[in-house]
């Protein structure tokens, strides 16, 4: 399960970033893994949500803001894809089981209000009993604090589901919110025991190099808190 931050998708909304995402799953669809992808909303969904709080919506109607603007960016990728993708954003975690039972690449946006693409990743990774779950977002892996605001943040290598949770605990759950990993998602991790990795995602490559060989240099989130091995389809 690949999970695709919309600030790595679409910074600028630039096509050759696009494509350079679309090509990275194309490579990984062609070597028969089964594949899911969930995008972010990026910045665009920050502005839309920030511009609508100003005119007083609630928390849930931001939420709702948000998810459009994820599901934009969905159909962003599904354009760049061949023919792999399922046509049009799949809207629901049974609805992504069904396009990879069929041999589709399902892309999904938000699902619900609370909560961000990330636990979506976490809980469609559940639900297809995927092998691996990888965060591909803007900061190089999980660091002890926001290394945007605190210039002491060190970054971690490797780390237990519980350590995620006691790091990103006190992240605010407002619409538009920014971490690397939401707290349902590091929940989720915790109780599925999915094998998950975060990564600076902005160069596609190295999503390709995480998933086939095993080599990043993010974070690695596992059980026992060490480094994974070599994928298990190796
Ligand atoms: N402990 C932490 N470790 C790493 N990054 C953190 C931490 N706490 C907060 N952050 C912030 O999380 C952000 C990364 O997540 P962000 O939500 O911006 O992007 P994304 O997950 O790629 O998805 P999207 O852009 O779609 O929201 C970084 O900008 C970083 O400042
Ligand atoms: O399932 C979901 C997914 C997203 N949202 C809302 O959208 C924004 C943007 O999503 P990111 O994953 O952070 O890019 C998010 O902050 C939520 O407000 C949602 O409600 N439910």
Do not use: C
């Amino acid at each position: 399960m690949v999970s695709i931050g919309g600030s790595v998708l679409a910074p600028d909304l630039e096509e050759s970033v696009v494509q350079g995402h679309a090509d990275a799953i194309e490579q990984l669809d062609a070597t028969g893994i089964d594949l899911g992808v969930v995008v972010g909303g990026g910045s665009v969904a920050r502005e839309y949500i920030e511009a609508a709080r100003n005119l007083g919506e609630n928390e849930i109607a931001l939420d709702d803001i948000g998810i459009g603007v994820t599901r934009l960016n969905a159909r962003l990728l599904i354009a760049a894809l061949d023919d792999i993708a399922a046509p049009a954003p799949i809207e629901s975690y049974q609805g992504g089981l069904e396009a990879m039972r069929r041999g589709d690449v399902p892309v999904l946006g938000g699902v619900t209000p609370g909560q961000t693409t990330d636990a979506v990743s976490a809980a469609l990774a559940e639900y297809v009993e995927a092998d691996l779950l990888v965060y591909a977002t803007s900061v190089p892996g999980v660091f002890t604090a926001d290394p945007d605001e605190d210039e002491t943040a060190r970054h971690i290598e490797a780390m237990t589901p519980q350590e995620l949770i006691d790091v990103i605990v006190d992240t605010e759950l407002v619409a538009g919110s920014s971490a690397p990993v939401d707290l349902l998602a590091a929940k989720l991790i915790e109780r599925s025991g999915m094998r998950t990795i975060v990564l600076d995602g902005t160069d596609p490559d190295r999503l390709v190099d995480a998933v086939l060989r095993g080599d990043h240099d993010g974070t690695d989130v596992t059980a026992d808190g060490a480094q994974t091995m070599l994928p298990e389809w190796q």
